[in-house]
């Protein structure tokens, strides 16, 4: 499973690189969030999923019916941080997103083009 | 003692800046009563510390006794607690006295001017409680916090006249300067902390004196590099050379702050801080290699160039520096035995002897530059004009010559002594330093012999040069102020000067009385200071060199040489680091910074892959295939890669945006079904939610914006492909080898722990939920959930202003227009 999502984080990162150096904004703007889901499945890669082979979906979520004393072991359970930081990059990750995506509207709309050549072109001349 | 003590100290510090802000609430016509409250500060500062001197008596040396800690700050070792000692009490009754004196100065200096006045009482005494401060400040950092109020107080003090570019630009090479110093001194202090212990080490003085040699290994090297560190701090502030051009520089400053800050303040803080440092530092070979020739080269490269000036406020500055270098030298000879004992003696008395003839040099400097001019060629026959004054400057130019009769004479006397004791140590190189300090006496000397025939209006003083015009800037800051004033407050412009002077022959001429006021400060008087007489009775080699210096330096002050004015060529020393850091550094800085976005990305990749290679090839480790499960088996997790590699491979082909979406989309909705599969319900859950708000936002957006195509999608499609190839691998295997190298989740565990209910870690206390992800978010991690509110709030903030609801917000042009337009109608 995790060479799985190692090969999904590597497809993932490397599109999401060769969109971000593209010349056109909205490309950026998908490439950046291509790069929030490449970060965060990479970061979960790191729990180390005890996946069962049968479809038995959330028996060892971080969900505790009874108190998580020295007797249980660890591996019941998956790693619960990495779901606890993947959690608030999602939400900081939409916020990158929607500043981005105003950005770029009022972009369009004060410069004319998205491109990004030009952009810096136009930045230089009034410098 | 009592912790009542450090809050009277405390006091004490704070008086001068409390009492000089409290003049702000005073009527500006008032000036006599915000004088007098602006003089009590510093008097209060004396008379304070003057009775816990005498209350507690000066402690010894090798057992100093600071008073009783309150707590500020102790995590960051930075407590209230103080320590007058003999050299910390001198100095703090040295700035309060002359503190007290320049308050005086600066009423007649200023004359009727209020504004000035108004502005300059809170600056005064905010300088002075720095001062203050950085002498009686027990924990070394608090020194160090004083010494950067210095830096900042001493800024706006130098650059008194704010209209004037060439002031501000003095002020800015003294604050960079000094401040630098003080930087290096924190440096210095933090690394000496950390190498006696750490957080149990030394960081009181008290502590490092009582401490002395036993606790600090002087062959450590870090001690070595704290000490010199320090050394830096306190070479830049007391202007050793090269650093000593922010003192000339800082002449643009209005005549009593060059009085304050250069004859017992600003620059003596570094003395100051020398003089701590001896007892503990001394010990190092460094010390004495170190100071003695950095002390030397600035004792005569000041004073040679103090002969070739003109203004009055100049040749004091650069004797100010060479006899800064003078004691610097002298500590740096203390460290060498004589005899079995340090080859020190008297060096409070040699900081007070400076302080006593110095000020009241300013301070006349600055009364004739009021009354007729700073420039010395203009200054014939002065003694006619205002007697008093010229009579105040000559009796202090007396002293600087070190004339028999002044405490100055038998400092001097000292000195040279301390250079002829050291031929045990240093062999012949001790006839180079007698060499270098006769040439600094000569060029005092002929200074003051120079000061005497033009005053007086004799032949052989300084004729104003053929070509006069080029020195009109030598006016004073006060002389455009419109007519003199008369009447009793007119004379503190100089009888200030005259109190303080007064004070250099009682210690040339009853030197019994003199000692008994330092000797209980002083740490190396082991025999009384003799009388002038004493040393003719008893010739010995420095008697010989100070008389031929006298005469050889009557000699050059009447001889028509080294009359001109000259240009210091280390005043280019600032301009040019200066052009360095602000036009190199803008030239570097545009060429790294190209404002495209792809370039950065390109940096930041290749220097994370440079940093990949590096970390490959220093761990072997790396690079083995990890012990993986079998990858294929499990059918869902499969279908899912597939999907999200599918479409991620798809986004850069498909061209219609409206389907670039979709696939975006569904790449995250495969990513919710990956989190599904890696038992994070939560995550889920709100991957889900920010997925669809996402992928209406974008339809949205994609509908406002114009559907342009890549028009040169072509070019450097293949860099970007390797270039993201290589990183995905990169990023990929990484992925792969972290999450297969068995560390166990210690810190999951751990929340997974302390959840619900706690263990004996905590005391039986828990989180009390059973879902560890929220817990670890809202309980354990709260401060970060709370950035995160916070950024999600800016973002929602940031979007919302971008768009106004209303009206749209008037451009430039149409803004003018309804400005003309108003004025128009």
Redesign the interface.
Known sequence: ????????????????????????L???A?GV??LG??A???I????????R?E?Q?????????E????ARP?SS????????L???A??????????L??????T?RKA??????QL?AE??QGA | MTTSETIWLLLCILAPAALGCATLWLPKRAIAARTLIALLGPVASFVILAQHLAAHGVSAPEAPAATPVIEWIPVLHLNLSFLADGLGGFFGLLVSGIGALIVLYARGYFGRDEAALFRFFPTLGFFTTAMMGIVLADYMLLTVLFWELTSISSFLLIGWDRDDRHAVKLAMQAFFTTGLGGMFLMGGVLMFGYATGGDGGLWRWSEVLSAGAGRIDVSDPLIVWSFILMLFGAATKSAQWPFHYWLPGAMAAPTPVSAFLHSATMVKAGVFLTGRMFPVFAALEWWSDLIIPLGAITMVAGATIALNQHDLKRIFAYTTVSQLGLLMCMYGLGSLEYHGHANIEWDITQIANHAFYKAPLFIIAGALGHYISRDITQLGGAIRKRPAMVITMLLAGYALAAGPGTISFQAKEFFLYAIYHAQESIGPWWMLLMAMAAVTAVCNVAIFVRLLTTLMGWPGGMKPAAAHGAHDEHDDHAHGHGEHEHGPWAHLIWIPGLALVLLQYVGGLAPGLWGQWFAPLESHAAEAIPTALHAFMHPTLPLYVSLACMAIGAAVGLSPLMRGAIVDMHDRIYPAMYWLAVTGGGRAFRTVQ?????HY??FV?LAFLGAYVASMALDPEMLRWPA??S????I???LL?VI??AT??L??IVQS?VV?VII?GS??FS?VG??????????AL??LM?EI??VI??VL??R???D?K????AS?RWW??T???L???A??????V???SGA??K???W???H???G?EATDGRGGGG????NV??VDF?GF??LG?IT??S???L??FS??PRRKPMPTQLEFEEQIAGGAAR
């Not at chain 1, 108190?67 to 020295?70: G, Q």
């Not at chain 1, 999602?90 to 500043?99: C, D, H, L, R, S």
């Not at chain 2, 190209?594 to 792809?598: L, N, V």
């Not at chain 2, 990023?731 to 792969?736: Q, R, S």
């Open positions: 499973m995790t060479i799985i999502l190692s090969i999904c984080v590597a497809v993932t990162f490397a599109v999401s690189i060769y969109l971000m150096t593209g010349r056109e909205k490309s950026i998908m969030f291509l889901h490449a965060n499945l990479s979960i890669a790191m729990s180390r999923t005890p996946v082979h479809p979906l959330l028996k060892g979520a971080p969900i505790l019916t108190a998580f004393d020295a660890m359970i998956v790693d619960p941080l990495p779901q606890a993947i959690l608030t999602i939400v900081i990750g939409f916020a990158v997103m929607a500043f995506l105003s950005l770029l509207v009022l369009s004319g083009t998205l491109n990004v050549e810096a930045a230089m | 190209t404002g495209r976005f792809r990305i390109i990749l993986v499960e990858a294929f088996e499990f869902p997790g499969v890669g999200i590699c991620a491979i986004m850069p945006r670039r975006l790449c995250g990513v990956m989190y599904l599969l890696y038992q994070a319900p939560d995550l709100t991957q920010f708000i996402s936002l974008f957006v994609l406002l914006l114009p342009t890549e028009t040169d999608r450097g970007r492909f270039l993201g190839t990183t995905g691998v990023i990929g295997w990484l992925t792969l972290a999450a297969q166990e989740p810190l999951g565990e929340f997974a722990r959840s619900y209910t263990t059973r879902n560890i992800v670890i978010l991690r970060d959930t995160e950024v999600l800016i973002a929602a940031g979007v971008l768009f």
